[in-house]
């Protein structure tokens, strides 16, 4: 089955215990993206990667690393964990399918999105 | 990246059609338009993308005028569990990079 998988699913930890949250998709995509959700803000990406070794910032990117080292795999790192950082995280893949715009042979560039991470900061 | 701008919620009785604009002055020649659904504690799902004109899947209609400034997703016959927020997304899909969502549109369907 085509996937997007978190781990783990909730965690609550304390200020500044450094933590990893995994994700990993099986479907061979290029791009993947972390973002965070917050009531009344809406989804905010923090950090994405065009493919292994190429990761560029998103809107929010302070307080987190990331890496991508395997295609499959996205880690997201929180050096020093804050309790601003108190979030619902969402991991998600896409493939990267070229076409000029309006073209019939243009791609459907469709995130899939895994299941998220509630994370409390203590 | 084009800024876009929908309403912020929308109530509609179950069974009838809801349309949802969404508008995006600065749209660019290259960007695509693409709509989310996403429910509570859950991650956003695909559901429809469009360059111009009308694009129509089994769940919902694109509609994008000429000038592209703006976009009507159309769900034909809502029903209880289309209750959800609804994303619009505007992006090149060649430089598909940065991804803004925004707050999206928050539908109730009321029985």
């Known amino acids: 089955e085509a996937q997007v998988t978190q781990n783990p699913r909730y965690l609550i930890t304390v200020t500044g215990k450094k933590l990893t949250v995994t994700c990993s998709q099986n479907?061979?995509?290029?791009?993947m993206s972390w973002y965070r959700q917050d009531p009344g803000l809406g989804l905010r990406q923090i950090y994405y990667?065009?493919?292994?070794?190429?990761?560029d910032k998103g809107d929010v990117p302070e307080g987190y690393k990331v890496s991508r080292k395997e295609k499959r795999n996205f880690p997201l790192i929180l050096e020093s964990p804050s309790p601003n950082q108190t979030s619902l995280y969402f991991c998600?893949?896409?493939?990267?399918?070229?076409?000029?715009?309006?073209?019939?042979?243009?791609?459907?560039?469709?995130?899939?999105f895994g299941p998220g991470t509630r994370l409390t900061v203590l | 990246l084009a800024k876009t701008t929908q309403p912020i919620s929308m109530d509609s009785y179950e069974g009838q059609e809801v349309n949802i604009t969404c508008s995006h002055n600065?749209?660019?020649?290259?960007?695509?338009i693409t709509w989310y659904q996403q429910f509570p504690s859950q991650g956003p799902r695909f559901i429809i993308q469009?360059?111009?004109t009308k694009v129509t899947n089994e769940v919902a209609s694109l509609f994008i005028p000429a000038d592209r400034k703006s976009s009507t997703l159309s769900l034909p016959r809502v029903s209880l569990s289309d209750t959800a927020v609804y994303y619009c997304?505007?992006?090149?899909?060649?430089?598909?990079?940065?991804?803004?969502f925004g707050i999206g549109t928050k539908l109730q369907v009321i029985p």
């Open positions: 998600a893949s896409s493939s990267l399918r070229t076409g000029a715009p309006g073209t019939s042979g243009s791609a459907l560039n469709e995130q899939f």
């Open positions: 997304l505007v992006g090149d899909i060649r430089g598909y990079q940065k991804v803004t």
């Open positions: 600065n749209i660019a020649t290259n960007d695509y």
């Open positions: 479907m061979n995509h290029e791009y």
């Open positions: 990667s065009m493919n292994v070794e190429v990761t």
């Open positions: 469009g360059y111009k």
